[in-house]
């Protein structure tokens, strides 16, 4: 049974830093994409970071470009979201999700974590 469990959330102050990680039972971890979606309350779910298989390359929303780093560790099957000089609107709860091959346009989600609160105080 696939399972992506995502830790490393919490309450930060404006301005501050969190760290996200994703470890995924996957057995060909290497093959996947991976991506972080975040859903605040009344929102539609946005995708804020992707990472390819390949290369790898990443793509990130517009709204946390500069800030958010995405990055993986093929040998643990973990991916990471660097989040810093966090913003009130970066209120939400936070999903990893895997596509198999993924490269590029939208970002199916083959799996999907139960997700983690982050929440940003003014």
């Known amino acids: 049974q696939v399972q992506l469990v995502e830790s490393g959330g919490g309450l930060v102050q404006a301005g501050g830093s969190l760290s996200l990680s994703c470890a995924a039972s996957?057995?060909?971890?290497?093959?996947?994409?991976m991506a972080w979606f975040r859903q605040a309350p009344g929102k539609e779910r946005e995708n804020v970071a992707t990472?390819?298989?390949?290369?790898?390359?990443?793509y990130y929303a517009d709204s946390v470009k500069d800030r958010f780093t995405i990055s993986r560790d093929n040998a643990k099957h973990t991916v990471y979201l660097q989040m810093n000089s966090l913003k009130p609107e970066d209120t939400a709860v936070y999903y990893c999700?895997?596509?198999?091959?993924?490269?590029?346009?939208?970002?199916?989600?083959?799996?999907w974590g139960q997700g983690t609160q982050v929440t940003v105080s003014s």
């Open positions: 999700t895997a596509e198999r091959y993924y490269s590029v346009g939208y970002f199916h989600g083959n799996y």
């Open positions: 996957l057995p060909t971890f290497s093959t996947y994409g």
């Open positions: 990472i390819t298989w390949s290369g790898p390359r990443t």
